[in-house]
């Protein structure tokens, strides 16, 4: 991706916690913001201007792109989070690295007409049909790479350890292709992948349904050896929690901490199904959570305890995970209105809070500390919602980002600028011209090699 000095007007910008009516945002060549200038009541000649509410970029902290191929696919036919499983496997086992590597940058494309600039990409899908390894042993991560680059958004690639079908249990099936045998065989294939200026890595657990407890402390300390974010998935199902008690007499979140696999560097994605005990361990130990409200709503998971997990000292971030809609201002409103259904009451979060989930704490939790604010020194990467779209139209400016969090969605979002690069430009993606199309052929060739 080529960098570019531009300079932006946004007709109002979240600065700070509040919104201000014309912002001069100044990038440099770098990819970086050099001056944020609020007050100018127009745009300079040379400035780009940008109608609408400007907010930092939207971090997508949990996402599996090829979970994209089972929408509306998985709407049909009920059942369970273990039935769907079954159906997400089956599309597992038809990637390659070439439709992977289509797949996913029409999904990160989409992600960038919503608004994300950076995408936190739990990975596991490493190796071919039947777990025979590639030529090049991470031929599907570079793919994912690669598309987030062609996309023109950030990418952490989260490399996830996968060793086990359940406590005890060998991989089996499309699980063949997620596992590397051991932890230090997937230690070593992770520590040849080699980030880029739009790319950095992170390592992951699956679930301690995937990874037996003797490896727990491996994957936590590679990740801590090399200071990099680690992420996993916790206690999204009632079953993973009795199943855990069995063999280990200790709760999920318990059986991590006693490994070392908690800490300010670790998010924990869904926490869903938590004692008081854990809460506090997650809260204690600065662990992040990240909420998936859309997915744990489409896969009948369960609420979790957000407002308790923020309360014990648990940042909080955003996923779209399996994407059954890609729209991180929904996810945003869904923490509040989840927490509303449990608790009869309204007003848990602000609308401030829940974009600061969405941005600055989601991109701390892939490890983009500079990214997520609008201030000087960060990087240049922002998006824009329209407010005077049918959704978005009529409250006073004072209230943009209400109108933005609780009303807008992310047909809303006008521009994406990633590293000072207009990426989404009037709602059209400048380097995937087509993107429904983009979708439509990849999702095509996929279900062709069945
Ligand atoms: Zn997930």
């Known amino acids: 991706m080529t960098l570019n000095a531009q300079t932006y007007w946004a007709e109002h910008a979240w600065l700070g916690g509040v919104v201000e009516p014309g912002v001069l945002i100044t990038t440099s060549g770098s990819g970086r913001v050099t001056a944020v200038e609020p007050g100018v009541p127009g745009p300079p000649v040379g400035a780009v201007s940008l109608r ?18 089972l929408r509306s ?38 992600m960038a007409l919503a608004g994300i600039t950076c995408v936190g990409e739990f990975h596991y899908v490493h190796h071919g049909r039947g777990g025979t390894r590639y030529g090049d042993p991470n031929a599907m991560a570079e793919a994912l790479i690669a598309a987030a680059g062609a996309a023109g958004i950030r990418i952490t690639l989260l490399d996830t350890c996968y060793l086990a079908a359940g406590f005890g249990e060998r991989p089996e099936g499309a699980q063949l292709r997620f596992s590397d045998g051991t932890a230090e065989a997937w230690a070593e294939r992770a520590d040849a992948l080699r980030p880029t200026v739009t790319a950095r890595l992170g390592a992951a657990i699956h679930s301690v349904r995937a990874v037996p407890a003797d490896a727990l402390a491996t994957v936590a300390r590679f990740a801590t050896d090399r200071g990099l974010p680690l992420h996993l998935h916790l206690s999204e199902q009632p079953r993973e929690n009795e199943d855990c008690l069995r063999a280990h007499g200790r709760t999920p979140t318990a059986l991590l901490a006693d490994h070392g696999a908690l800490g300010p560097r670790t998010t924990a994605v869904h926490a869903t199904h938590l004692t ?33 997990l923020r309360a014990a000292g648990s940042p909080l971030c955003l996923g779209s995970d399996s994407h059954a809609v890609i729209d991180l201002l929904a996810e ?27 941005s600055e704490d989601g991109h701390a939790a892939l490890g983009w500390p500079e990214a997520g604010r609008l201030e000087p020194g960060g990087l240049a990467d922002f998006t824009t919602v329209a407010l005077d779209s049918v959704r978005t139209a009529g409250p006073p400016p004072r209230l943009a980002l209400e109108a933005a969090v609780f009303a807008a969605t992310a047909a809303d979002v006008r521009h994406t600028v990633v590293g000072g690069l207009h990426i989404v430009r009037d709602g059209d993606h400048q380097l995937v011209h087509d993107v429904p199309h983009a979708l439509r052929t990849a999702m095509a060739a996929l279900r062709a090699t069945r």
Do not use: K
């Not at 998936?292 to 407002?307: F, V």
């Open 276 to 308: 008081d005990a854990d809460i506090a361990l997650l809260g204690r130990s600065s662990t992040a959570t990240c909420l998936c409200p859309t997915t744990e709503r489409d896969l009948a998971d369960g609420i979790g305890p957000a407002g308790s």
């Open 52 to 69: 609408g509410l400007t907010l930092p970029g939207l971090a997508n902290a949990h996402s599996h792109a090829f979970h994209r191929a």
């Open 332 to 358: 945003a409103r869904g923490v509040e209105h989840h927490e509303r259904l449990r608790s009869r009451v309204r007003g848990h979060f602000t609308a401030g809070q829940l974009l600061r989930a969405a």
């Open 73 to 110: 696919v998985a709407q049909v036919g009920g059942g369970t989070f273990w039935t769907w499983r079954t159906g997400m496997y089956e599309t597992a086992a038809l990637l390659t690295p070439d439709t992977y590597y289509a797949l996913a940058r029409a999904v990160y494309a989409e």
